[in-house]
């Protein structure tokens, strides 16, 4: 069931533009604003009705309807669960920007764009090149927790587990957006419940990537027990989207062979017109590669979950 409901939704998702309401963080937003009008949000029992409900509500719909249409009705609310957690269209839309004005040369949108990606309100970064890498860390973030950690919770405990994950990391993105205030509760339980995906999710970029250059940093970090999980991905990423000295010189040549036919083609191009198109094809050059190692990366779980459940070790 976990397997075939991560399928249909990720097939949605990749085939269908959802828009917010599709979110969960949209729905969690508007129900915690309405709690926070009764109850103090720093208060204990306000943090257990917004973290338990959802999933409580979740676990008493599956039981309600798991006999039902021979379980047809399970099935579509393990695909509607699943397709809430995973949708980022707000993610998917900043992306689609941030490239955009990229494309155009505004560095000063790029920035903001960014910056949104990130929850922040500004990045501390000064060149168009670190802009690209951190602007792929966060990307690789994002793919972490809206596919990768939900695949896992599906897998480990069903539409009851995401939910209550999908909680958690939406209470936290509504800290970051200074929407709610910061409880210590919110942070361990996302460093518990992300301790030990994040560290398979990161040994996955270390196979899909530069495995030579990622394994040792990977078997450094992975024993650090307090490490963040962001970090740790974000690391290990970094260093498996490196390419080898000879790829990079082959793409280098490619590059200046391109390079000296356009500028052929355009000999009425002023001088700064070429500098800006430089800069713009460096910033977007590691932000590509780490978006496209990220799908191999949820490409290589999803296949090692339909291994696991054809050989019958998952359910």
């Keep these: 069931m976990a397997l075939f409901s991560l399928l249909i939704a990720l097939l949605l998702e990749r085939t269908h533009s959802f828009g917010t309401r599709w979110q969960f963080e949209y729905w969690f937003e508007r129900a915690i604003t309405k709690i926070t009008r009764t109850l103090e949000p720093t208060a204990l029992l306000f943090q257990l009705i917004v973290l338990?409900?959802?999933a409580g509500i979740t676990y008493f719909l599956l039981q309600w309807c798991s006999q039902l249409l021979y379980?047809?009705?399970?099935?579509?609310?393990?695909?509607?669960?699943?397709?809430?957690?995973?949708?980022?269209?707000?993610?998917?839309?900043?992306?689609?920007?941030?490239?955009?004005?990229?494309?155009?040369?505004?560095?000063?949108?790029?920035?903001?764009?960014?910056a949104q990606l990130a929850e922040v309100k500004t990045l501390d970064v000064s060149d168009p090149t670190a802009l690209g890498a951190q602007?792929?860390?966060?990307?690789?973030?994002?793919?972490?927790?809206?596919?990768?950690?939900?695949?896992?919770?599906?897998?480990?405990?069903?539409?009851?587990?995401v939910i209550f994950y999908v909680t958690v990391r939406s209470y936290d993105l509504l800290v970051r957006r200074d929407i709610m205030p910061r409880v210590?509760?919110?942070?361990?339980?996302?460093?518990?419940?992300?301790?030990?995906?994040?560290?398979?999710?990161?040994?996955?970029?270390?196979?899909?990537?530069?495995?030579?250059?990622?394994?040792?940093?990977?078997?450094?970090?992975?024993?650090?027990?307090?490490l963040p999980a962001q970090q740790l991905i974000g690391d290990v990423a970094m260093i498996a989207e490196q390419v080898t000295a000879q790829s990079r010189?082959?793409?280098?040549?490619?590059?200046?062979?391109?390079?000296?036919?356009q500028s052929a083609s355009r000999e009425q191009s002023?001088?700064?017109?070429?500098e800006a198109s430089?800069?713009?094809?460096?910033?977007?050059?590691?932000?590509?590669?780490l978006v496209a190692l990220a799908?191999?990366?949820?490409?290589?779980?999803?296949?090692?979950?339909?291994?696991?459940?054809?050989?019958?070790?998952l359910a």
């Design 52 to 54: 338990i409900l959802p």
């Design 71 to 114: 379980g047809l009705l399970s099935l579509i609310l393990w695909v509607v669960v699943a397709v809430v957690s995973i949708s980022c269209f707000n993610a998917r839309q900043r992306y689609k920007h941030y490239l955009l004005s990229v494309c155009h040369g505004d560095t000063q949108a790029s920035y903001l764009i960014a």
């Design 135 to 161: 602007v792929g860390r966060q990307l690789v973030w994002i793919n972490y927790r809206y596919y990768c950690a939900t695949a896992l919770m599906m897998v480990i405990g069903g539409p009851v587990a």
């Design 184 to 226: 210590g509760l919110i942070d361990t339980l996302l460093f518990l419940i992300d301790w030990l995906p994040a560290r398979l999710v990161a040994l996955g970029y270390v196979i899909v990537g530069n495995f030579s250059h990622a394994i040792s940093l990977w078997l450094s970090l992975v024993i650090k027990i307090k």
């Design 249 to 261: 010189e082959q793409s280098v040549s490619k590059e200046q062979s391109v390079s000296k036919e």
């Design 270 to 274: 002023t001088s700064s017109g070429v």
């Design 278 to 289: 430089s800069e713009r094809k460096v910033c977007m050059v590691s932000t590509c590669r």
């Design 295 to 313: 799908k191999q990366n949820l490409i290589l779980l999803v296949s090692v979950v339909a291994l696991l459940t054809i050989i019958g070790l």
